[in-house]
T-cell receptor, first 115, second 110 residues
Framework: EPEVTQTPSHQVTQMGQEVILRCVPI?????FYWYRQILGQKVEFLVS????????KSEIFDDQFSVERPDGSNFTLKIRSTKLEDSAMYFC?????????????FGPGTRLLVL | DAKTTQPTSMDCAEGRAANLPCNHSTISGNEYVYWYRQIHSQGPQYIIH???NNETNEMASLIITEDRKSSTLILPHATLRDTAVYYC???????????FGTGTRLKVLA
């Protein structure tokens, strides 16, 4: 069964460093998402992406964040200058977007720890 | 925004049916109800979704009330591996982002 994959599974970085989290959505899916979950808290929407541009973003998704689909398979989330409060699980999701296929499928997540 | 209300936690005996309720009284007429679960800190796992009619798949059944203001996810024969946080989500009207609540922490007891 097709699935969303994410790399790395864990990332440790120093405050102020840049990190790139990678996702490979399900093939033929057209819509991509990033969510995050701070330890012990709710899953929060960050951004949605379609047709090579951001379609929606939350207040959390400020100028320190960016997303990109550099090729036909990868979808990345970049945090330019990490802060301690960026420590969280980051989940990528994708959906087909065709009629009747609106369900989002989530990847296993990347655990980011900022020291 | 459609909001959902779920009990914080529930216990269920292994082998019995687990019935997880959700209230979504502000749901729009064409909005679907989605159910996901999260085991530990893994990615949310899709279970089932529905609009008006009851739905069943290999994982669960979804019962939606006629007025669509509430629904119940049924795991017919709960196993220990079904211990997880279960989220009922109504997609934000006009968008495709999911708003997660705190969910129901289901503990299946041996």
């Amino acid at each position: 069964e097709p699935e969303v994959t994410q790399t790395p599974s864990h990332q440790v970085t120093q405050m102020g460093q840049e990190v790139i989290l990678r996702c490979v959505p399900i093939s033929n899916h057209l819509y991509f998402y990033w969510y995050r979950q701070i330890l012990g808290q709710k899953v929060e929407f960050l951004v949605s992406f379609y047709n090579n541009e951001i379609s929606e973003k939350s207040e959390i998704f400020d100028d320190q964040f960016s997303v990109e689909r550099p090729d036909g398979s990868n979808f990345t989330l970049k945090i330019r200058s990490t802060k301690l409060e960026d420590s969280a699980m980051y989940f990528c999701a994708s959906r087909a977007g065709t009629s009747g296929q609106e369900t989002q499928y989530f990847g296993p997540g990347t655990r980011l720890l900022v020291l | 925004d459609a909001k959902t209300t779920q009990p914080t936690s529930m216990d269920c005996a292994e082998g019995r049916a687990a019935n997880l309720p959700c209230n979504h009284s502000t749901i729009s007429g064409n909005e679907y109800v989605y159910w996901y679960r999260q085991i530990h800190s893994q990615g949310p796992q899709y279970i089932i979704h529905g609009l008006k009619n009851n739905e069943t798949n290999e994982m669960a059944s979804l019962i939606i009330t006629e007025d669509r203001k509430s629904s119940t996810l049924i795991l017919p024969h709960a196993t220990l591996r079904d211990t997880a946080v279960y989220y009922c989500i109504v997609r934000v009207s006009g968008t495709y982002k999911y708003i997660f609540g705190t969910g129901t922490r289901l503990k299946v007891l041996a």
